[in-house]
């Protein structure tokens, strides 16, 4: 399972509603393919999106998040006009005795973790 960022940032003058977290998860569908979504707004016109996503290579989680995204940006109109700044997974120290066992680059967790094919584990 991949943690991948996504900067966004709205045009001048444009302020996040507040129930953007709610927003854009109900606008998520099983084929992105997304296990959960963290939404942070970093301030009333710029925030980030955290996809959890299983990917067998980082370029594909990192491609799938932009995807993603941007049907965001197109279907969503609180981000109408929105810019994609920038996607990548983020910076975390490797720890793998914190997460039993050795963990490959880029990875939370040990291995890769099959899916449950359930969109935010609902049933």
Known sequence: MYLVHAHLELPFGRELPYDVRNLLKSALRPDDEVEHLAVHPRSPSWLTLGCYLLAHRLEEAEARTARVCRRLVDEVPALGGARLLDVGVP?????????????????????????????????
């Open 91 to 123: 910076l975390l120290p490797f720890l793998p005795a914190a997460v039993g066992g050795e963990a490959l680059p880029g990875h939370i967790g040990p291995r890769p973790v099959r899916s449950t094919r359930k969109p935010f584990h609902h049933p």
